[in-house]
Nanobody, 128 residues
Framework: QSQLVESGGGLVQPGGSLRLSCAAS????????IGWFRQAPGKEREGVSC????????NYADSVKGRFTISRDNAKNTVYLQMNSLKPEDTAVYYC?????????????????????WGQGTQVTVSS
């Protein structure tokens, strides 16, 4: 059974850090661009960051640029989102998603409709 599983969420104080992981099982991430999205209560799901299957292209939402870093370790079949200088407005459920692009492809978008597979999400709460 193919699935994406997020982990690493939790409660953190403003200014703190978390690292989210997105692990794939049942398929290899080498063929996929991966996106991170988030959804706060009462708001639409929004793109946070994405990375191409080649790893050479990364994109970030303006709200997280300079604070979040996306990376991938294809040997571990896992993509990470390092989140630093967290703010209360970063509070949301964070989802990872996969878009089939083929291997070594520089394409990376944050368009929800482009993504085929989604994880179940992990809660991130930033509060003092």
């Amino acid at each position: 059974q193919s699935q994406l599983v997020e982990s690493g969420g939790g409660l953190v104080q403003p200014g703190g850090s978390l690292r989210l992981s997105c692990a794939a099982s049942g398929f290899t991430l080498d063929y996929y661009a991966i996106g991170w999205f988030r959804q706060a209560p009462g708001k639409e799901r929004e793109g946070v960051s994405c990375i191409s299957s080649s790893g050479e292209t990364t994109n970030y939402a303006d709200s997280v640029k300079g604070r979040f870093t996306i990376s991938r370790d294809n040997a571990k079949n896992t993509v990470y989102l390092q989140m630093n200088s967290l703010k209360p407005e970063d509070t949301a459920v964070y989802y990872c998603a996969a878009e089939m692009t083929g291997p070594a492809n520089p394409r990376a978008t944050m368009v929800k409709a482009d993504f085929d597979s989604w994880g179940q999400g992990t809660q991130v709460t930033v509060s003092s």
